[in-house]
């Protein structure tokens, strides 16, 4: 009862907590940089950090919903490998058949399908055989790597025309265009999650499954479809990148599904699924940006970095640990009343 | 609700506070970088101790930083965040040789001078190469092992990145060397991804399915002891040849004990040292005195393998 009624009511409070704390963060640490290192204000260094995090809060955008749901997607590293190495060798194969701009978007589009295919095989496991999706993403994850070695034999794509490179390298008014992609693909998300009903239905799963499932509410349908959103921008991202690197590696991606969890989680999401925004996850994935690019900028050495990183990934995850209790502590007591 | 957002910015002050104060004594002196391809191998260990011993001769500050993974997308990053602070001078080793080329040359078109070191990006406006020329290299480990294998035999690749400049120079070398013995045969090329626990996993994958295989060539550092424990593993001791690059404690030790034969020990520590003394240099208007500089090579045997043990580069 009380999961539907979260799920109904809007969301105005819950969101002026997690994301104006996360954001405050965010703030204090760019002023801190700013402050200390004049250099990382510098309109073309944010616009790099911008871009540098704008592939994991897009990736972002679809973890979150997946997370949403109570589940968890460990492929998109290798999902985006696999799509960046799908849509060079396409073009690749097809260069000489045709015009490069029919090339170049065919060859995109390949990469997007192949994305969006692994997620449809993650969301199907998971919704119609109810394999635990952290095994189900564990095994895709492998399984999209070994794909991505066996295209490429290990050797990065090249020779790619320069038509492709706009989607990497390209500005807009000076603006990366993967920064421009990535708040496209946010305000689409968080439109879509807070307005529309398959948007409301991915909360209540994660909410209270069953309580979702008796409603009414097609459960593996939500499933398949946020496993395959993740997928497919994580095919995006992969596109991008290998758009970005003039070239497909066979290593992208390696470990990015970790950074991509971090933004989820640091955004306010909770792992348990049911509440969390797109919003949230953007400015997670800002903030371990702005984090790593100050670590740079500090001169601190690779071997310390990662303490940082994983500091406030813990940190953000006891935050919102104590921010659950203190929400079932209300709802007890208002239950009581 | 404000409370545990004020309480999550003093943690998070609380990490960047130590952060602030490494900066602050560096910010008079010039500060050069060092980036190898990933962090994690002992290899960069020692690129980075001559990295700081040319530092403290010259009086200048050091900062020695790269990827988790050899992952090309983190070190371009890693590289902007270099030329947003500015630094007076940055040494390479590039995962890739062509994606890293529009940062290599976007640094030094804002008057940061680059070199690379272990591993080239010719095609970028670095100012000069510093490390092992891996053809040669790669040619003398061929010829070690031939004559380890009495100009008979097969033999096993096992090399890092495949997209690595210096790794495929060395192979081609190695290959170059062993064709003018038509008894030896390559029957297979693997790679580790820098990997110590890939380099066993992958050299136990390569006796499965060749039990009869008379020889390892490691290209890189991990190669030849993973080669050397998944021989011990298969009792193979003695039976199969290993010839290894770069001269790590690992490696040195499994040539006393007897399971490596011969290692082709670069000299990172050296390319860490020269790379920062000619990136002062550069900024004092000196260009390198050539494009590409040799840092050399020396084969480290069974005979030699004591005298590296005490005064090698890996002494950390």
């Given at each position: 009862m009380n999961t539907l009624k979260a799920a109904r009511e809007p969301k105005t409070s819950a969101f002026a907590v997690r994301e104006t704390g996360i954001l405050l963060v965010l703030v204090c640490m760019c002023l801190a940089l700013a402050f200390t290192t004049p250099?990382?204000?510098?309109?073309?260094?944010?616009?790099?950090?911008?871009?540098?995090?704008?592939?994991?809060?897009?990736?972002?955008?679809?973890?979150?919903?997946?997370?949403?749901?109570?589940?968890?997607?460990?492929?998109?590293?290798?999902?985006?490998?696999?799509?960046?190495?799908?849509?060079?060798?396409?073009?690749?194969?097809?260069?000489?058949?045709?015009?490069?701009?029919?090339?170049?978007?065919?060859?995109?589009?390949?990469?997007?399908?192949?994305?969006?295919?692994?997620?449809?095989?993650?969301?199907?496991?998971?919704?119609?055989?109810?394999?635990?999706?952290?095994?189900?993403?564990?095994?895709?994850?492998?399984?999209?790597?070994?794909?991505?070695?066996?295209?490429?034999?290990?050797?990065?794509?090249?020779?790619?025309?320069?038509?492709?490179?706009?989607?990497?390298?390209?500005?807009?008014?000076?603006?990366?265009?993967?920064?421009?992609?990535?708040?496209?693909?946010?305000?689409?998300?968080?439109?879509?999650?807070?307005?529309?009903r398959l948007g409301r239905n991915i909360y209540a799963v994660g909410g209270n499954e069953e309580a979702a499932r008796l409603s009414g509410i097609n459960v593996d349908k939500v499933k398949i479809v946020v496993y395959s959103l993740c997928g497919l921008l994580a095919g995006f991202a992969g596109v991008t990148t290998a758009s970005h690197l003039s070239s497909a590696q066979a290593t992208s991606g390696l470990t990015n599904e970790l950074d991509v969890i971090a933004a989820v989680i640091v955004g306010g999401t909770s792992l348990m699924g049911g509440s969390g925004t797109v919003l949230g996850t953007v400015i997670g994935a800002a903030l371990m940006g702005v984090l790593r690019n100050g670590l740079i900028l500090r001169g601190v050495s690779a071997n310390w970095q990662l303490i940082p990183l994983g500091t406030v990934i813990i940190v953000a995850v006891v935050f919102d640990q104590l921010h659950q209790r203190r929400r079932e502590r209300t709802q007890t007591r208002l239950q009581r009343n | 609700m404000k409370v545990r957002g004020l309480v999550i910015v003093l943690l998070v002050g609380l990490i960047l506070m130590p952060l602030s104060g490494c900066a602050n004594k560096g910010e008079s002196k010039p500060v050069f970088a060092l980036v190898p391809k990933s962090v994690g191998l002992v290899y960069w260990a020692a690129a980075e101790k001559g990295m700081h011993e040319a530092a403290a001769e010259e009086g200048v500050d050091c900062q020695f930083t790269g990827p988790e993974t050899i992952d090309v997308a983190r070190q371009i990053s890693i590289m902007e965040g270099l030329i947003a602070r500015r630094v007076a001078g940055i040494a390479i080793a590039p995962n890739d040789p062509t994606a890293i080329v529009p940062v290599i040359n976007r640094a030094v078109g804002v008057g940061v001078p680059v070199v690379t070191f272990d591993s080239d990006a010719p095609e970028?406006?670095?100012?000069?190469?510093?490390?092992?020329?891996?053809?040669?290299?790669?040619?003398?480990?061929?010829?070690?092992?031939?004559?380890?294998?009495?100009?008979?035999?097969?033999?096993?690749?096992?090399?890092?990145?495949?997209?690595?400049?210096?790794?495929?120079?060395?192979?081609?070398?190695?290959?170059?060397?062993?064709?003018?013995?038509?008894?030896?045969?390559?029957?297979?090329?693997?790679?580790?991804?820098?990997?110590?626990?890939?380099?066993?996993?992958?050299?136990?994958?390569?006796?499965?399915?060749?039990?009869?295989?008379?020889?390892?060539?490691?290209?890189?550092?991990?190669?030849?002891?993973?080669?050397?424990?998944?021989?011990?593993?298969?009792?193979?001791?003695?039976?199969?040849?290993?010839?290894?690059?770069?001269?790590?404690?690992?490696?040195?030790?499994?040539?006393?004990?007897?399971?490596?034969?011969?290692t082709v020990a670069q000299r990172p520590r050296e390319m860490g040292y020269r790379c920062i003394k000619l990136l002062v240099q550069a900024t004092q208007g000196v260009n390198p005195p050539t494009e590409i500089i040799d840092t050399g090579v020396t084969v480290i045997t069974a005979e030699n393998v004591d005298e590296f043990l005490e005064t090698g580069d890996y002494k950390i």
């Open positions: 250099r990382f204000a510098e309109v073309e260094n944010l616009l790099l950090v911008a871009r540098q995090f704008s592939m994991f809060a897009t990736m972002g955008v679809g973890m979150t919903m997946v997370i949403l749901t109570g589940g968890i997607d460990l492929s998109v590293g290798s999902v985006l490998a696999l799509s960046g190495c799908v849509a060079a060798k396409c073009i690749v194969w097809l260069a000489p058949h045709a015009d490069a701009h029919i090339v170049v978007f065919a060859g995109i589009l390949a990469g997007l399908a192949t994305g969006l295919l692994c997620g449809l095989v993650n969301g199907l496991i998971v919704a119609k055989l109810g394999i635990p999706p952290f095994i189900v993403t564990l095994g895709m994850m492998s399984i999209a790597r070994g794909l991505v070695y066996v295209i490429t034999r290990g050797r990065p794509v090249v020779e790619l025309p320069d038509e492709f490179f706009f989607l990497g390298q390209g500005r807009i008014w000076r603006v990366p265009f993967p920064v421009v992609c990535m708040l496209v693909i946010a305000f689409i998300g968080a439109v879509f999650l807070a307005r529309t | 970028s406006d670095r100012l000069a190469y510093v490390g092992t020329v891996n053809t040669e290299a790669g040619k003398l480990a061929g010829e070690t092992l031939a004559k380890f294998l009495n100009g008979k035999g097969t033999v096993a690749i096992s090399t890092g990145g495949l997209g690595a400049h210096n790794l495929n120079e060395r192979v081609a070398g190695f290959r170059e060397a062993i064709a003018n013995f038509p008894d030896i045969r390559e029957v297979t090329l693997q790679t580790n991804n820098d990997s110590d626990e890939e380099a066993t996993a992958v050299a136990e994958s390569t006796l499965s399915r060749f039990p009869d295989l008379n020889a390892f060539f490691g290209a890189n550092a991990p190669g030849a002891p993973g080669a050397a424990r998944a021989v011990k593993e298969a009792g193979r001791v003695g039976k199969v040849t290993i010839v290894g690059f770069d001269d790590t404690p690992l490696c040195l030790q499994f040539i006393k004990e007897g399971v490596v034969q011969a």
